[in-house]
């Protein structure tokens, strides 16, 4: 991974799910508006899931830091990760 690229990854064990539908489209929009370079990976296999200590989701992670649980977190606070 380029050191100046992010890394946002969103657990949700089914991305046809209504949450996990507006998680990935927020955070696909903040890194359009912000010309962000970040890359989105989606973790939905049961045994990666078990691997991060959260039984709530969709949770979202920016570089190995959990930034929220069952949410969508707040604009600022995502870009505090990501610029």
Do not use: H
């Not at 539908?21 to 890359?39: L, Q």
């Not at 959260?54 to 969508?72: A, E, F, M």
């Amino acid at each position: 991974m380029n050191a100046d690229k992010k890394e946002i990854e969103i657990l949700c064990p089914n991305k046809k799910c209504p949450k996990c539908k507006r998680f990935i489209a927020f955070f696909e929009k903040i890194i359009k508006e912000n010309k962000t370079d970040a890359e989105i990976i989606i973790i939905t296999g049961l045994k990666e899931l078990l691997q991060y200590k959260t039984w709530i989701l969709p949770t979202s992670y920016i570089n190995g830091k959990k930034v929220s649980r069952g949410y969508l977190p707040k604009n600022e606070e995502v870009l505090k990760f990501l610029i």
